[in-house]
C-alpha cells in the first residue's frame, strides 16, 4: 500500500502551477531592478543587485521545493 495520500499530486500539481509563473514574475522583477540600479548608479552595482537577487531567488526555489516535499509532495 502507498504511503501517500490520494491529495498529494494534486497538491505537488497546484505547488507547480502556481510556482511556475510566481518564479518567472519574481526574475522580472529581479531583471526590472537590475537595470534601474545599473542606469542610476551603475554597471558594478547592477551587478551586485543581480547577484544577490540571483541567490535569493535560488534560496526561494530551493525551500520552496524542499516544502513541497516535506508536505509529501513530488
Known amino acids: 500500500m502507498s504511503s501517500?495520500?490520494?491529495?498529494?499530486?494534486?497538491?505537488?500539481?497546484?505547488?507547480?502551477?502556481?510556482?511556475i509563473p510566481?518564479?518567472?514574475?519574481?526574475?522580472?522583477?529581479?531583471?526590472v531592478l537590475v537595470n534601474v540600479v545599473w542606469r542610476d548608479y551603475g554597471l558594478a552595482a547592477g551587478a551586485v543587485v543581480f547577484v544577490l537577487g540571483f541567490v535569493g531567488l535560488s534560496y526561494g526555489s530551493y525551500r520552496a521545493v524542499e516544502l513541497v516535499r516535506s508536505a509529501g509532495g513530488r
Open 4 to 19: 501517500r495520500r490520494p491529495y498529494d499530486d494534486t497538491k505537488s500539481l497546484l505547488a507547480a502551477i502556481l510556482g
Open 22 to 31: 510566481a518564479l518567472a514574475g519574481f526574475v522580472y522583477l529581479l531583471l
